[in-house]
């Protein structure tokens, strides 16, 4: 089987195509450029594409993931420190913005910064300057930055958590990752990609095969936690799997088995008020849509089944409430 270089992308949807088309459209200017997506959408991925495809590919692409540093660390992280600048700097260290010379640094979470390291970025991107911690020293950096989060940025600005100024010069191109549950028959095409890497690892006689009721199951589902879970799903799936054909998936894998159901609730009739039925039907068919996809494992007709209704009665349900399921 050939191989897949890690920026190459997997998809033949039109949503994910654009995307790549902007991606690489964005990746020939010399702007700052941030990317927007939910967990688990690949935003890493983009950002090294980005990178690869654009006139610095041959320089360092230095990557900070903000989520895993104490907000106390970030500054020396990104911009270095001088021998002494604090209890244990025992020798001067380059930070990233040194380390990407040249190149791009990709920022993921941006929007965990702590403000008054936002003013240092700032002026990077200003001027192309900065200072190590602990040092008065200027000195002058070449860098392209890449931002990635799944927080609203603009929202952050608003409450004061996050410098307008500096969104105005990240965003020259903002960059919207699409969810997995709008790519379609891309959920099936990355499905059996994983499968057969998984097949490989796990040292199978045979590529896997979904069954069409597994593809199903995976078109209807809603993916919250994107390729990542997609492609834990499938593992799971595979090496669970005695023969090639996958029948079974888990989707939760921290469901009880030994969990009893709970007796289901009696109404509280006393409580109820009369002036707000619309917005109550709208709660109640949440619900019964939530837990009959859960209990079908995303099967539609299944689903239909548990709630009474016939397929076309849930599926008109389903469209109704599809973006807050």
């Not at 410098?163 to 020259?172: E, T």
Request: with cysteine; aromatic share 10%.
């Amino acid at each position: 089987m050939q191989r897949r270089s890690a920026t190459t992308p997997l998809g033949e949807s039109e949503v994910f195509l654009n995307f790549q088309q902007q991606l690489s459209r964005a990746a020939n200017v010399n702007r700052s450029v941030l990317i927007v997506g939910e967990r688990g959408s690949g935003k890493e991925i983009a950002a090294l594409r980005l990178h690869y495809l654009s006139k610095r590919w041959k320089e360092n692409l230095v990557t900070v993931n903000c989520a895993a540093l104490p907000p106390s660390l970030i500054e020396t992280e990104l911009f270095g420190y001088e021998a002494g600048a604090f209890t244990g700097a025992t020798k001067t260290r380059k930070g990233r913005f040194e380390e990407a010379e040249g190149g791009t640094l990709f920022l993921d979470e941006i929007g965990l910064i702590p403000l008054e390291v936002q003013e240092k970025i700032l002026r990077v991107v200003e001027y192309g300057t900065f200072e190590r911690v602990g040092s008065s020293k200027t000195y002058e950096v070449d860098v392209r930055l890449v931002g990635a989060t799944n927080t609203d940025l603009p929202t952050l600005c608003e409450q004061g958590l996050f410098k307008q100024d500096l969104l105005d010069r990240l965003s020259f191109e903002v960059l919207f990752l699409p969810p997995l549950r709008k790519r379609g028959s891309d959920i099936i095409l990355l499905a059996e990609y994983f499968a057969a890497k998984m097949a490989i690892e796990c040292e199978k006689e045979q590529m896997p095969v979904l069954s069409e009721e597994i593809k199903e199951k995976l078109l209807n589902y809603p993916w919250p936690g994107n390729v990542r879970e997609l492609k834990n799903v499938i593992e799971r799936s595979v090496y669970r799997t005695d023969g090639f054909l996958i029948e079974e998936v888990q989707f939760n894998p921290f469901e009880d088995p030994f969990e009893e159901k709970q007796a289901k609730s009696q109404i509280d009739f006393e409580s109820v008020t009369l002036d707000d039925y619309e917005e109550a039907k709208r709660k109640v068919d949440l619900i019964y849509l939530q837990k009959a996809l859960k209990e079908s494992e995303g099967n539609q007709k299944e689903a239909a089944k548990l709630m009474g209704l016939t397929y076309d009665q849930f599926r008109g349900l389903y469209r109704k409430y599809r973006d807050e399921l």
